[in-house]
């Protein structure tokens, strides 16, 4: 697997790691446990890393260098494919041929190393965008940068050259064919997983359970609680969630005594231009005293605030699939979302959560008021999202993207079967 610009060994929430490095850990677990071997190439960001770590059984994680350790931001990458390239190649070089089956490439810098190496090696090359330059551009949040064409141009080509592409959703499947005139043989729909052992509800049940997390977590126990959880950058829109809960607080002065608003992330992307702005942000609206400001959290730790949430608020403008959003429902937190990309598979509008059309804090202050009248919401829309997220297993998603390899590898050597892959 090729993951250029994000490792799998960051933290989700920081920078530019989010549901694309949860995807990458937990999909290279689950293939290892069907005995697929699993080598993960990185960039190297640190001089203290060492050059190989054992991720899980099966699964190695292979820092490549690539241009200074520290300072580069992900739009500085695409100077460094060349010699994330040469590292890769020099690795292989190294390996008795046959080594690697079939590369694996996630987000089009991956992708742009992958089509160069698989032409080589003479292996298939399955890609999966994970977002695309052409989709967020029609979709930009307000002040937000549009994908440069340099990138647009990048994912073209990784297009044309993959072998097989891995889709999150029908939709996303056709947005690849829309926008990129993919060939609709090569596109296949996995839809992504969530570790149902971690996010899952509490065994002593839906109401015990956000009571016990209330209390580790420090939150007041009759609390309407409304979690903003990911990175904070425009495309993921928490500034909408704020202007919500302005406007209720407006209309529903007395609320002002028993509302909580935990954003729990880190600055990335265009967000890193000014990191302080969604707490300036708070301050401009009068809400700063119910906004509680977190950074990222380990996965664990994130499960408890997902119990302890009335609801999760997701209202980006971009989401390929919104992995938070089935992370949340797991635990049995219903969920407010943006009706965009892969969320309407993701929640279950109507039962599992609510489905926003816009970004209108309007629209999202009216959905929070639900919760505010009719505190047992939460828990009914919770027992439905967590049946709705058992759907969503790594398991099935790594067996759906083996039998993707098993594909891939048929029609590169017809008339033959392939042993298992290492990727």
Request: aromatic share 4%; with cysteine; hydrophobic share 45%.
């Amino acid at each position: 697997m090729l993951s250029v610009h994000t490792s799998p060994l960051h933290q989700p929430g920081t920078g530019d790691a989010g549901g694309m490095n949860v995807y990458v850990v937990e999909l290279a677990r689950r293939l290892a446990a069907l005995g697929i071997e699993v080598e993960i190439f990185t960039r190297t960001t640190s001089a203290a890393l060492p050059p190989v770590v054992a991720l899980a059984p099966g699964v190695l994680v292979r820092h490549v260098t690539a241009g200074p350790y520290e300072g580069l931001a992900k739009e500085d990458l695409p100077a460094q494919l060349c010699a994330f390239t040469h590292g890769l190649t020099r690795e292989w070089a190294g390996r008795r041929p046959g080594h690697y089956d079939l590369l694996h490439s996630h987000y089009w810098l991956s992708g742009h190393v992958g089509r160069l190496a698989a032409a080589r090696w003479g292996v298939p090359l399955v890609h999966a965008m994970h977002t695309m330059a052409k989709v967020k551009n029609a979709s930009l949040a307000d002040g937000d940068t549009p994908e440069p064409a340099a990138r647009v141009r990048g994912e073209t080509h990784v297009v044309r050259a993959a072998d097989r592409l891995i889709a999150n959703t029908g939709r996303e499947a056709d947005e690849l064919l829309r926008h990129y005139d993919a060939d609709t043989r090569r596109v296949a729909v996995v839809h992504p997983g969530v570790d149902l052992e971690r996010f899952r509800p509490d065994p002593a049940g839906a109401s015990a359970g956000r009571a016990a997390a209330r209390a580790r977590l420090g939150l007041p126990q009759d609390a309407l609680i409304p979690l903003f959880a990911g990175r904070i950058q425009p495309l993921k829109a928490p500034d909408v969630l704020l202007r919500a809960v302005a406007r209720l607080l407006t209309r529903r002065p007395g609320l002002r005594e028993r509302i909580v608003v935990p954003v729990v992330g880190g600055p990335s992307g265009s967000g890193l231009a000014r990191p302080e702005g969604l707490h300036k942000l708070a301050a401009s609206l009068g809400i700063s005293d119910v906004v509680l400001f977190r950074p990222p959290v380990a996965q664990d730790t994130l499960a408890d605030w997902y119990r302890a949430a009335s609801v999760l608020v997701m209202p980006s403008h971009s989401e390929s699939f919104g992995l938070v959003a089935v992370e949340a429902q797991a635990c049995g937190t219903p969920v407010i979302a943006a009706r965009v990309g892969g969320l309407p598979v993701a929640v279950h509008d109507g039962v599992s959560g609510v489905l926003v059309t816009g970004h209108d804090p309007e629209d999202y202050a009216r959905a929070l008021g639900r919760f505010a009248d009719d505190p047992s919401l939460t828990a009914r829309m919770g027992a439905a999202a967590a049946r709705h997220a058992r759907s969503f297993g790594w398991d099935t998603a790594a067996a759906a993207t083996a039998e993707v390899y098993a594909a891939a590898l048929r029609e590169r050597r017809p008339g033959t079967r392939p042993p298992g892959p290492r990727v």
